[in-house]
Structure formats: structure tokens, C-alpha cells
């Protein structure tokens, strides 16, 4: 049984640029959540994905945007990408009806030149 | 904006000796979850303790909760090398909404 997978596991930009970061939730999962994760700090919810909208959002500007396909896979789209934007994504998936635990993939590792 | 602080931010111990974290948080939760991480990769889920109960053990774990001061404890007994990590306490809000927030965890090193 896989678990999360996320890709790619790296990524270098520069300034103004555009990313796209993919992740497929662990199987049986129905749910998909974003994470920032700055060096040093803990991870920081962007937003939580469920029937292919967008349920919940933290607190982090329009540039960040998601989508969730029919099969639960999801992606998160940074543009205008800002040299703060440099951080480590964190997808984790869930099952809405029994999951309240939340399964992390090994993350994207993203740095903004 | 971090929900909560762990405390200590890091802790070096020696194999064998046991390790407590502790964990403040600052609204009402539904429940509170430690992960650990290691060396900047992905989180892995190590235990869950709802807003009723008071503690809960897995193996060598043993969480406690106390939701009057909101703070949380993890005790990690007879360390390993192995255990050397990130710790973070996570908490869910009782409003039903399932996004995470994470304290800014506690760097464990455990000496062989």
C-alpha cells in the first residue's frame, strides 16, 4: 500500500516564476492538505482539499492555489513566486469520515532564487 | 501564526535515558497529535490524544494532556540513537474543521 507520494522532491526558481507541485494521497484517502514549512519552523496549513474544492484555508495570500482531481490527487500552484516562498511543501492526506490523523508525504523541498 | 510552543527547543540526551517534551497551545482542541521529523523530511504520525482523555501510551511513548493549562507532554522512555528527530505537537480545533497547527517543535538528539 503506497502512502503519500509528492513531486518533485526538489525544485529551484527564480523570483516571478511560476511552480506547480503535485501530490497523490495514500490510498483510501478522500482528503488532501497543504503545508509551508520554513527552515527551522514548524509546518504552516495552507489549505485542505475534499470533493475537489477548496474546504479550508489558512492564512497565506491568492499567489497560492490548489486543485483536486476526481481520483484525490491534488496540486498546489504558487505564482509571482517570492524569495519567502523558499520552504519545504508538505502534502498529507486523510479519510474525511474517520481522519483525523493526517499522513505526510516526504515533501517538496522548494528554493527561490 | 504557530498555535503553540514545544519546550524544550532542543534536548541532547545519551542512549537510554528518557526524553519529555512538552507542548503549550493556546485555543480549545478537538485533539492533539505528536509527529516527529526527520532531517527535514516528511512528518510521520506517532500518537493522537483526544481533548477527553487525560493520557495514552504507544510502546515507548506515553502522551498526557491537561487541557486546563493546555499544554500536552511526550515522553519518549529507554531513547535510541534512532529516535533522534524533530518533535511537534499538532492541534485540531473542535470546530470541525481538520487543518493542522503546529507548534515550532523540539530538536531531540540522542548521543549513542
Known amino acids: 500500500d503506497a502512502g503519500v507520494t509528492q513531486s518533485p522532491t526538489h525544485l529551484i526558481k527564480t523570483r516571478g516564476q511560476q511552480v506547480t507541485l503535485r501530490c497523490s494521497p495514500k490510498s483510501g484517502h478522500d482528503t488532501v492538505s497543504w503545508y509551508q514549512q520554513a527552515l527551522g519552523q514548524g509546518p504552516q496549513f495552507i489549505f485542505q482539499?475534499?470533493?475537489?474544492?477548496?474546504?479550508q484555508r489558512g492564512n497565506f495570500p491568492d499567489r497560492f492555489s490548489g486543485h483536486q482531481f476526481p481520483n484525490y490527487s491534488s496540486e498546489l500552484n504558487v505564482n509571482a513566486l517570492l524569495l519567502g516562498d523558499s520552504a519545504l511543501y508538505l502534502c498529507a492526506s486523510s479519510w474525511d469520515r474517520g481522519g483525523e490523523t493526517q499522513y505526510f508525504g516526504p515533501g517538496t523541498r522548494l528554493l527561490v532564487l | 501564526s504557530q498555535q503553540g510552543e514545544e519546550d524544550p527547543q532542543a534536548l541532547s540526551i545519551q542512549e537510554g535515558e528518557n526524553a519529555t517534551m512538552n507542548c503549550s497551545y493556546k485555543t480549545s482542541i478537538n485533539n492533539l497529535q505528536w509527529y516527529r521529523q526527520n532531517s527535514g523530511r516528511g512528518l510521520v504520525h506517532l500518537i493522537l490524544i483526544r481533548s477527553n482523555e487525560r493520557e495514552k501510551h504507544s510502546g515507548r511513548l506515553r502522551v498526557t494532556l491537561d487541557t486546563s493549562k493546555k499544554s500536552s507532554s511526550l515522553l519518549i522512555t529507554a531513547s535510541r540513537a534512532a529516535d533522534t528527530a524533530s518533535y511537534f505537537c499538532?492541534?485540531?480545533?473542535?470546530?470541525?474543521?481538520?487543518?493542522?497547527?503546529f507548534g515550532s517543535g523540539t530538536r531531540l538528539q540522542v548521543q549513542p
Open positions: 499538532a492541534t485540531s480545533q473542535n470546530t470541525g474543521r481538520r487543518a493542522l497547527t
Open positions: 482539499y475534499y470533493e475537489e474544492e477548496e474546504r
